[in-house]
């Protein structure tokens, strides 16, 4: 089952049928008070605290894609993504995409209707199209995105094969699949699908996508995973994309985003 938040702080999960479910509403209460703490109230230190921090996590990580694509520099990322329809899955209130000034951006979270109506979207990511839906529902069209983004989703979802199919359903063929995946085999509510490398393999083959680029490192955003990996896969197509080899990124992200 799955289900997206329909309302404010005090709203609930709703199932595609239109029943509340009781169960997801308390899981996704959990996140969703994760992120109202973390962000503080408005026009306090706190909440230009939680602004400054997620514009530089996010100008990282998307500095490790162009790093990754070999586009040198803010300017050829900004080129190759101004052609581009972006689609991020679970980014939060803050997510990767408000960052880019590409074609299209959309931000897909189940608790998207809470994070606008709660005041928790910066002003930066409010030109980003937000939709709440499951991932194991995305409400786009099929061959509508070149880029899907899933940063640290994965292994919240209730069902991360099917998440992830629908992924590669929005990709054109050549898209591309962004992940960022903790490690570890705790598991509790708001984290019910713990990921390994070869759990995350199984479930990439079957979203019919081909891993170019995966690097693993030590340190992870949940205290019990000890590891992360971070992947660039594709939707094979027409001409297959030149990307590094070995793990690493560009020195310098501190302008991505920025146009």
Excluded at 134 to 141: M, Q
Excluded at 143 to 172: F, G, K, T, Y
């Amino acid at each position: 089952m799955h289900a997206a938040w329909r309302g404010g702080i005090d709203g609930h999960a709703v199932a595609p049928d239109a029943r509340v479910d009781e169960r997801l509403t308390r899981k996704l209460r959990g996140e969703l008070s994760f992120w109202v703490d973390d962000a503080g109230d408005p026009g306090s230190d706190k909440r230009r605290d939680f602004d400054d921090r997620w514009t530089f996590y996010q100008r990282q990580r998307l500095g490790e894609l162009a790093w990754t694509l070999r586009l040198e520099g803010a300017a050829a990322f900004a080129e190759w993504m101004r052609e581009r329809s972006v689609v991020e899955v679970g980014g939060g209130p803050f997510p990767g995409v408000s960052l880019l000034s590409a074609k299209r951006t959309v931000a897909v979270d189940p608790l998207a209707d809470a994070y606008v109506t709660a005041g928790l979207v910066p002003a930066r990511a409010s030109r980003v199209v937000h939709i709440s839906a499951a991932a194991e529902r995305l409400p786009l069209a099929m061959n509508s995105a070149d880029l899907v983004i899933c940063e640290n989703c994965l292994d919240h979802v209730e069902d991360p094969a099917v998440a992830m199919r629908e992924m590669s359903r929005l990709l054109v063929p050549g898209g591309l699949v962004w992940l960022l995946v903790d490690l570890m085999e705790y598991r509790d509510e708001l984290h019910p699908n713990p990921m390994s490398h070869q759990r995350l393999a199984v479930i990439l083959e079957g979203a019919g996508v081909e891993v170019l680029y995966q690097a693993t490192w030590d340190g992870a955003s949940h205290p019990e995973a000890k590891r992360q990996t971070r992947v660039l896969a594709w939707k094979p197509g027409a001409v297959r994309p030149t990307v590094r080899c070995e793990p690493g990124r560009i020195s310098d992200s501190s302008s991505i985003g920025t146009a």
